[in-house]
């Protein structure tokens, strides 16, 4: 059975996310260019001319007619991420969806998605340096900042760039199978499956800005991350008992101290793994982790892979 897709493209279109849909569901895997199982349908608000901020004009045949005919439909992201999406688009999305049909979207059309109100009660995610902009401006959206994409059967989002095209080979391998998808992933000389709950590679946390009134203390616990540093060093060092600090901390940096000082420790390792060429226990013991399986463990927490896996993807051929 041929699923009908249509990709809408707002004003402001990232063409790179629309390339993800037009790759996989529209191109398909072969020199005829047929996409085994999709239609797609590119459309506009009207048809005629969209803008890009990519530096030229597309052409688009359709306008939303191709939605309400449309079994999928996908929202690739639009700039600025936050501009009021038009009425008649958010209208032509909640109709389809309200009649059944599939609505997905591509990095920060997960904006458009939340504007129309499809996001609500749900999990979702977008580019991960979007994620606090959409959590903060729909708070009954949960948003998973760490994941690749989101698979909530009717709606979808995905994570940034390309990411939306794991998501759309997912989709691909939901309805035709995975013989289809890794086809199609050949084609586009890309991954054949990588799944949703892999981390997105969000690189290390910035220095903390010494603004805040524990910012000497934040940058004099970061300038000393190979040492054995406990709450209560952080805690001297900003002439507060240990209690009191970890009320002040977590009023200013949003976190218990622990989890902060874990994070930067992750950062400074990832930093190493990627610039360096000490092995993994020298890097454990600069970062200040006890062993090499405790830096292990945090970091494939944080992103998904081992040290040495991170440094082959980071380094490629260097590694």
């Known amino acids: ?4 897709a249509c990709a809408l493209a707002l004003d402001g279109v990232v063409t790179f996310d629309l390339g993800c849909a037009v790759q996989t569901l529209g191109r398909g895997a072969g020199r005829d260019g047929v996409a085994d199982g999709f239609t797609l349908a590119t459309c506009g608000v009207r048809p005629g001319r969209v803008r890009t901020p990519d530096g030229f004009l597309l052409e688009v045949e359709h306008g939303l007619e191709a ?39 591509i990095c920060i059309g997960a904006f458009v998605l939340a504007q129309a109100g499809l996001l609500d009660g749900r999990t979702a995610t977008t580019h991960w340096d979007y994620c606090a902009d959409l959590a903060a401006g729909y708070p009954d959206v949960e948003v998973r900042p760490d994941v690749l994409y989101v698979d909530e059967g009717d709606v979808l989002t995905s994570a940034g760039l390309a990411a939306g095209l794991d998501l759309c080979l997912h989709v691909v391998r939901r309805h035709a199978g995975a013989a289809v998808a890794a086809r199609l992933a050949s084609w586009n ?34 300038d000393r991350l190979g040492e054995r540093l406990a709450i209560a060093d952080l805690a001297r060092h900003a002439h507060m008992s240990v209690r009191t600090f970890n009320r002040r901390f977590a009023g200013e940096v949003g976190c218990p101290p622990k989890q902060w000082l874990t994070e930067q420790r992750v950062a400074r390792a990832r930093e190493l ?5 000490d092995d993994v226990e020298r890097i454990a013991q600069l970062a200040g ?19 040495t896996a991170y440094r082959r993807v980071h380094r490629g051929g260097d590694a």
């Open 273 to 277: 793994l990627e610039s360096s060429d």
């Open 189 to 222: 000389v890309t991954a054949p499956h990588r799944d949703g709950g892999q981390a997105q590679f969000i690189p290390p946390s910035a220095r903390p800005a010494a603004a805040t009134g524990l910012g000497p203390t934040l940058d004099w616990a970061c």
């Open 67 to 105: 939605v309400a005919a449309a079994e999928l439909v996908v929202v690739p992201g639009s700039f600025p991420h936050d501009a009021p999406a038009p009425p008649a688009a958010l209208d032509a999305l909640r109709a389809a969806h309200e009649r059944g049909a599939t609505v997905m979207s």
């Open 289 to 307: 982790f006890p062993s090499t399986a405790a830096l292990r463990e945090h970091l494939r927490r944080r992103v998904g892979l081992t040290p």
């Open 1 to 4: 059975m041929t699923v009908r």
